[in-house]
């Protein structure tokens, strides 16, 4: 018995030192790479509070135009979702604008045929409809369609046709333009000027601002406009990745809005203290330089969120789910193969909302581009395996 005694004493000693072993390695990683969660949710509520400000003084500013109804903005990204990769100074939020027709006009959307973009691609069609019947016509707005050209030059103000398109199609370009001028002109009239100077920066399809503190303290915002597909949470986005350039009335489907959805499901069920969102961080500074996509890496830990349970994911089993993200990562590289979230995955959380044909689609391969090129994937696997 005492033999047995002193046996389970050393065992305990030995758990005891790989605890502890375990711990301080997750306390090493976290003061090299962490960037804390508090402050991505406070600076994220300081540019939330400040996009609001404006879309609000955009809406008397605009209340009598036919440019695009300005919804409030989604935040989306790792920035938004609190785990971002980069360092402090390296940090960009960006803000989804959900675009809506003005009145007398709608939005109607057309697969892209003209360009051959890997990512599915569309244009906003816009068309005038009538406002002359419904249950409750608006007095002060005359019908494009039935009222005579010289009485609509003379008592009302263009169309968006004749603005924000090229032809008969929504224009990412002319639009980005349009709220960069608004925004200057407007930056005086909203209270967080008295805190921030403002720049607004280069961008021909998005609105990027550089927030400046007396401190020297900066905040960079993107504001990418989109376009909802139904009642979805799938988006079009006006803003092309760097890969990708297409005309400036193609808008790619976006599915930053559900991924950010997906992440604050997860915060929800998950206990405590998850380590999932310091699990992405670590694993993507660790990923630094590698020839694997960031994109690549979050599509990895989101299929994990659903297949190991949530309560799996406590603070202590950190190394274990990072070893986990690693070795389902290289097994997709391997296979060359790596599902997309999105597409045909019954474990979707019912709060996420996706067009329907969604649900029924076979899962787009993320990892194609391995498959077509063996070399690439070679390469993809040594850089791995060295890391």
């Not at 002109?185 to 008295?194: H, L, Y």
């Amino acid at each position: 018995i005492c033999e047995f005694d002193n046996s389970r004493d050393s065992e305990s000693e030995e758990s005891e030192e790989e605890n502890s072993a375990e711990m301080n390695m997750i306390w090493i990683l976290s003061r090299r790479f962490q960037l804390s969660v508090p402050k991505l949710a406070s600076r994220r509520q300081v540019v939330q509070e400040l996009l609001s400000d404006l879309l609000q003084v955009s809406r008397s500013l605009f209340s009598d135009s036919f440019f695009p109804v300005l919804e409030p903005v989604i935040g989306v990204g790792s920035a938004c979702e609190g785990w971002s990769p980069h360092k402090e100074e390296d940090i960009v939020y960006c803000m989804f604008v959900p675009l809506k027709p003005p009145p007398g006009h709608a939005f109607h959307l057309e697969p892209d045929t003209v360009g051959e973009m890997p990512q599915t691609s569309m244009r906003v069609r816009v068309e005038l409809v009538c406002t002359c019947a419904g249950e409750q016509p608006n007095q002060n707005i005359l019908c494009f369609l039935h009222h005579s050209e010289e009485e609509l030059k003379r008592n009302q103000v263009t169309s968006l046709l004749h603005t924000l398109c090229t032809g008969p199609y929504l224009d990412g370009e002319k639009i980005a333009l349009w709220f960069q001028t608004f925004v200057i002109s407007a930056w005086s009239v909203v209270p967080q000027s008295r805190h921030y100077s403002m720049k607004v920066l280069p961008s021909c399809r998005s609105c990027k601002m550089k927030l400046m503190k007396s401190s020297g303290r900066c905040l960079f915002v993107e504001m990418v406009f989109s376009v909802q597909q139904g009642d979805s949470d799938i988006f079009l986005s006006s803003q092309p990745t760097e890969a990708q350039f297409p005309p400036s009335t193609t808008w790619l489907e976006s599915y930053a809005v559900a991924e950010a959805k997906f992440f604050r499901h997860v915060a929800m069920q998950a206990p405590p203290h998850s380590c999932h969102l310091k699990c992405l961080r670590l694993c993507a500074r660790l990923l630094e330089g590698s020839g694997l996509s960031i994109y690549a890496l979050k599509t990895t830990v989101m299929h994990l969120l659903t297949l190991i349970p949530l309560s799996e994911w406590q603070h202590r089993y950190l190394l274990m789910r990072m070893d986990d993200t690693m070795r389902y990562l290289r097994c997709c590289l391997e296979e060359k193969h790596l599902k997309h979230f999105f597409f045909g995955n019954e474990d979707m959380p019912e709060e996420i909302s996706l067009p329907p044909d969604f649900k029924e689609a076979q899962p787009l391969n993320l990892f194609q581009n391995l498959a077509q090129d063996p070399a690439a994937q070679t390469e993809v696997l040594k850089e791995f395996d060295e890391l």
